[in-house]
């Protein structure tokens, strides 16, 4: 994986561990030498994250919506910054430059694009890992909702399976590395979604 995509919360929370999450998260990138592409923000634990690679020596593109830029503040010491016209041209950046997706502790913004990148790949559309970094307990309700799905047989387990956690950013990314995506008989092209 030469780029991954983190999505994170545009405030940091109340606990100091989803901070250092996200810096520790960082150091792992850096010491693999593995990019990162994230929202652009300078704020939350997005912009404490990107400090955190930059910090380190290591390589951060942003995307940013230029209406979004006024509200979450684009980082100004990024490597590289692409400002894009849409929230879905966003989205579709990021899937395109990254290897591999992580969501650290966030809100709607993150769970929506944790949710939509797991749909792509459920689709077919990507075959790349999708993991979860479940700091302090945080995502605990979300994993169980999630088994709770399968056990209602409203999701199939291989889709289950297709998001990855771990509580530590060095398991986690070694699980991301061996990840197989789950075999498809019919896949769809990017053009038909
Ligand atoms: P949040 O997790 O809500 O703090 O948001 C994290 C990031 O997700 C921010 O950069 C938001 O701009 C972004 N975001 C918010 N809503 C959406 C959405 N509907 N689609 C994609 N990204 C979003």
């Not at 979300?142 to 297709?162: K, N, T």
Request: proline share 4%; aromatic share 6%.
């Amino acid at each position: 994986m030469k780029n991954i995509c983190v999505y994170c919360g545009s405030n940091t929370g109340r606990r100091s561990e989803y901070l250092q999450a996200a810096e520790a998260l960082a150091e792992q990138l850096v010491a693999r030498d593995i990019g990162l592409v994230y929202g652009g923000a300078s704020i939350g634990i997005m912009g404490a994250l990107a400090d955190a690679v930059l910090a380190g020596g290591g390589r951060v593109t942003g995307v940013i919506p230029e209406a979004l830029a006024v509200r979450e503040v684009p980082h100004r010491g990024v490597t590289e910054m692409c400002v894009v016209s849409s929230m879905h041209e966003r989205k579709a950046l990021m899937e395109s430059r990254s290897d591999g997706f992580i969501a650290l502790p966030g809100g709607l913004g993150t769970l929506e694009e944790l949710f939509e990148i797991l749909t792509w790949s459920q689709l077919g559309f990507h075959r790349k890992p999708c993991g979860l970094l479940d700091v302090a307990g945080y995502y605990r309700h979300l994993a169980a909702f999630l088994d709770h799905c399968v056990a209602e047989q409203l999701l199939q387990p291989e889709y289950r399976a297709m998001l990855l956690e771990a509580d530590d950013p060095a398991r986690l990314l070694a699980l991301m590395e061996n990840y197989q995506a789950p075999a498809m008989d019919q896949r769809l092209t990017r053009d038909e979604l």
